[in-house]
């Protein structure tokens, strides 16, 4: 089992590195922006990307130098100071920046500062500071979307075909294909606009520190905006499995032997219909925190999903880098625990057992 | 049509096509002689020559100038297609009771000196919800940008300058009048309200109206004086909560603050500093120093030695800064040039503690955001000793401000705080009014139609013109703006060479776009006011008097032939007179054989946001291709028009890329700033380097003497000239501005072999008074000697000291002479082959001339190749190979 998790871990990381080196590629293949306006901007602007170790700045005397004296179109910038001294800004080859790039990541932790959204700051800082109310968001819907879904769907597999499960069925679908942020936009007019029950924008840290009754009202919609989906899947798929361990032969083997229906629900039709299920609340995690993107951006959350938007349209790849590492991490980790899941909720699974 | 209307129209389409083709100005009685321009045609006055210098003008001579330089930019259609103005609408709470109902331009409706009555109503009639604040009696204001920091000397972040204006002080500052009709200047950090001129030497000499002077005192109150006061106080404060509070708050300001922002910027090249080296703004020496410190050297030391050079000085004896501008200023443009809160002082002790011991890290650092998830704990970077303090800091979700007591005007300030809330969009903010949360919104113009007769709606004036830029360059000068070896933005692939379309050179074709323009409409879809020149009602030619441009005679002449027309009684529209000019356009393209009659002409329209385009992108369409089409279709031609809307990117700053990169037909964009200073603002329009990269619209070469030239003075000159002359000196040679000493290319100079000697002659240019002395005043700042292998300027800096080694002549027959000791040169580039492991066959000599004319005084690099063997000496070899 351990060899198996640390083979598993070994090839998330590999994973990891793997995406994370393609969308860095691919991002620093995209059109550099650099500032139109004066020249000490555009200066200030060419420094930075020296420093990042995106560019680089040759002097005279240093290597290449001829080059561009020959060529200066070869230079993203071409500078004559008062002095008489002619430097040029170049972009490093892709290549070459991404060895940097990882270089520093892996020797000095360094995954780079941001350019646009917060200048001058580490990247990694940024994310950490958002990162919990993202986090924690996420969980309390997990938290409440988990019970809820599995209950309704527990409820409607019992009362299978019947006016109950007919109710719960329509909902699920409606909320299912409704796009979650028409809910979101909804229920802001709705309850936020129009009955005041809760804020129109989450509330700031500070506010939510001194009243807890604020800070609760605050996740009413975003929770909900990030529950409905979550519970509608739960309460499909729960109602889908135990519908069929129901109809199954060896429940009603149970249930010939004497067990009460409710006996056989709880020991022998959930626990086999958890098999699926269990897995799913790891992967809808992940899917949650995904969707959150949106609901941040709309409802104000200073969280990682509206960071990731703001940093994708601002083209600060520092933070973007960082913002993906995140989510890459999370998402493989999740069907890590998925995988292992499996064996907890099913002692027959064994993961990396050899046959 | 009625007669009148014809006789109008007709008469407009002359003055137009006169003015397009340069007739208008064909005479050749000109009281001094004729000249040609490039292009051959005879101008009216003969064209500029010699030293001319306009800074000091009168108001009514500088509209004037204004008036030649916005006609020039209108008439080449360099100045785009004008539609309508910024102007909008802006809605308060009840509660606020603002200090003037009506909007002041360039001021507002004065919202930092109103009133707040924390039990009032909010929007609605609603009552602000205090459980949902912590400070329900602060302003609640908003924002939808928080780029994370407060540094304004090295960001551009478009929030960062208000934010900035928080937490600093000015030497000068503006104040509303007692009677709330206008606003006034006064003193703030400094103990006068205006500046004090001086002579070269220091002295104070006594102001005379209307004089002008490089130098100016600005006494400021410091820890010496602040006694004197009346209370006022002039000490630093940061939040309570800050790690910093107990060491700065309360600290005095003292002289040496004063001086520290303008090292910063300069000694960390920030991008603000771009305002300190700047012809018409900026400080004498500052370049030189920007460009030659670096930021290794030591300030004990040799970078100390360097400042001095810089016309940025305190004085200890008077408690003042002394300024030396490169420009002579008027009183108020000293005042207007020194009164930033980029110079707000700041102690560098606190510089080096937020920089872990230095300096540098801590002028990066400042203003910047904390790490930590306390927004409290996320304002030890700030020190304020402005208005407010910032207490609480939660990026793009809320800053907090504090009245800030020790604020030296703090007895003004009537608010006990700011809270400003970060929001998606204008959108979001503004529904979060209507609910009550906020006092003050913008409208956005699809809500303008229902909320610009609410009772709580103010009007605001516009300041920016929101123009169709246009690319109307020839194929030949798109290619000398961004061909190969473009001077603006050389594209060095000819696959990515923009397809230049010849219809967007013709003159009648773009002046036919003006007046199909029903600007009422587009005002009425935008919430706008319809706008018909190229500057706004917000520049002030006279800012002391509050005068705009557009109410001066001049101002209204540039416009008067377009409002003039109208159609419906909508100035600046005629669909008839629109159709005529297509019609005239239509047949000389394809008489050119530019276009087959039965062409489908495809053109693009670049829009900055979806937004824009979705609101007005159709109309404009429409508006462009109906008369078009219909003048074609009058003609007996098939040919149509078609304009092809898209956003240009997915930042509405690539829109200004691609006009920065001559990539567009149109595109909608604006540009404004300077509104107290119109004329130094005009250099937007140059096509060189003076728009430092603002340019949007692209034509004719501003630096060369066009047919239609700008006329000022009874001279012809071309456009960089004239706002060369207008903001400091101009030296014109055939009606163009010319450098005061040519770079030293092979044409402009000469080199000597004079045995063991070198004579290299910097050629200037034939500037001279009646008795043969030269106008200009040529010093050496500094000489370098740089060693080239081949073409490249491989080798190696070595600074060299007027002495033994070169010596300097000035002007002779035109000439700045210099003789080098040939030994020397030899051991130089001996020693340079072996540091720079190179081997070395050309030395390249490089002089820094400080010019003075006409009380200007600026440094001029100038540099000439020199092949070692040409002048009898060996290359020098590299010893370590």
Known sequence: MWKYVLKRLGLLLITTFIILSLTYILLQCLPLEAPRGNTTEMISFYNRQVALGYFQRVAPGDSGYEAFIANPEAADFKMTLTTGETVFFSSLPVMVRYVRWLGNIVLRWDWGTSTQISIGQSAISIILRRLPVS??????????????????GIWAALKKNKMTDHIISTLVMVFISVPSFVLISFMLIWMAYGAKWVPTQWPSAEMAAVDWKIAVRGYVIPVLALCFGSICGFARYTRAELCEVMSSEFLLLARTKGLTRAQAVVK?????????????????FVGVLSGSMILEQLYGIPGIGSLFVTALNAKDYSVVMVDMAIYTLIGLLATLVVDLSYGIVDPRIRMGASK | MDK????????????????????????????????????????????????????????????KILGQLENYAMRHHLAGIPLYDDAGYELFSPRIKLASNDYIPNYGFGVGESSLDPAGKMYNDTVFDSSKSLYPSYFQSYATEDSGTFNYWNSTGADVAGKNGMITASYFGVTMNPNADGYHWRGELARVDNPIPLDKDGNEIPYTEGMTSRFWRVPVWTDKNASQANGRKFEYSVAPGSKWASKYTGRKIVLDDYLTPFKVMLDNGFVRASGLIDDASGFAGASDYLYQSGTTKSWDGEKKSYFDGVGVKKNEKEQSMDFAFITPQ??????????????????????????????????????????????????????????????????????????NPTYNNASEIKYEGYVETGFKDEDQAFQSFLNGMLDEVSVPSKEVKNYSTDKMAHKTDGSTVIKINVNACTKEQW?????????????????NYWEVKPIMSNPDFLDGLYFCMDRKILADKTGHNPAYGYLSEAYKIDPETDLSFRDTEEGKAVTADYENVKENGIPGYSTSMAQQLFTNA????????????????????????????????????????????????????????????????????????KMDQGEFDFAEGAITGNVLNPISFMSVIC?????????????????????????????????DALYTAANGAAICANGEAVPPVYQGSAEHGYVDDKGTTVEVGFETPDIYDDDDNPLVDYEVSYVWFQYANGAANTGYYWPVGLGNTVKFKPANDGHLTFTINKGAVQNYANSCANAAKTDIDTFVFVV???????????????QRNIPLEDIGCNNAIYNGK
């Open chain 1, 135 to 152: 986090m924690k968001l996420n969980i309390v819907a997990m938290i409440i979307s988990v019970p809820a879904g599995i209950g309704l």
């Open chain 1, 268 to 284: 022998h039709a959930l626990r086999n219909s958890m098999v699926p299920i269990v897995p799913m609340i790891i992967g809808e």
């Open chain 2, 4 to 63: 009148k209307f014809k006789v109008i129209m007709s008469s407009a389409i002359m003055v137009l096509m006169l003015a397009s083709c340069g007739g208008g100005n064909k005479t050749s009685g000109g009281n001094n002689g004729s000249s040609k321009p490039n292009g051959g045609e005879t101008l009216r006055y003969e064209k500029a020559n010699g030293i001319f210098n306009y800074s000091a003008a009168s108001v009514s001579e500088k509209s």
């Open chain 2, 330 to 403: 008027t009183r108020f443009y000293a005042k207007y040039n020194t009164a930033s809160g980029l110079y707000s002082p700041m102690p560098e002790d606190f510089l080096v503690d937020i920089g872990n011991g230095n300096a540098a890290a801590g002028a990066k650092n400042f203003g910047m955001i904390g790490t930590s998830t306390d927004p409290k704990q996320n304002c030890d970077n700030l020190l304020s000793c402005g208005a407010y303090n910032v207490i609480s800091w939660e990026q793009d979700k809320q800053t907090v401000y504090q009245k």
């Open chain 2, 479 to 495: 290619e000398h703006y961004f061909g190969k070896n473009g001077t603006a933005y050389p594209h060095t692939n000819e696959k």
């Open chain 2, 586 to 657: 239509i047949k000389k393209l394809v008489a050119d054989g530019d276009y087959d009659e039965d062409e489908n002409i495809k053109l693009t329209f670049l829009w900055r946001k979806d937004e824009g385009l979705q609101n007005i992108g159709q109309t404009l369409k429409e508006f462009m291709e109906t008369p078009f089409n219909a003048a074609a279709k009058k003609l007996g031609y098939s040919m149509t028009l078609t304009i092809e809307n898209k956003v240009a990117g997915s930042s509405y700053t690539d829109a200004y890329s």
């Open chain 2, 687 to 719: 096509t060189n380097e003076l728009s430092q990269g603002f340019t949007t619209n692209w034509g004719d070469d501003t630096s060369k003497v066009t047919a239609n030239p700008c006329e000022y003075d009874n001279k012809s000159w071309s456009y």
């Open chain 2, 848 to 862: 820094g001339f400080k010019c003075s004319f006409t009380g200007v005084e600026k440094t001029v690099m100038a």
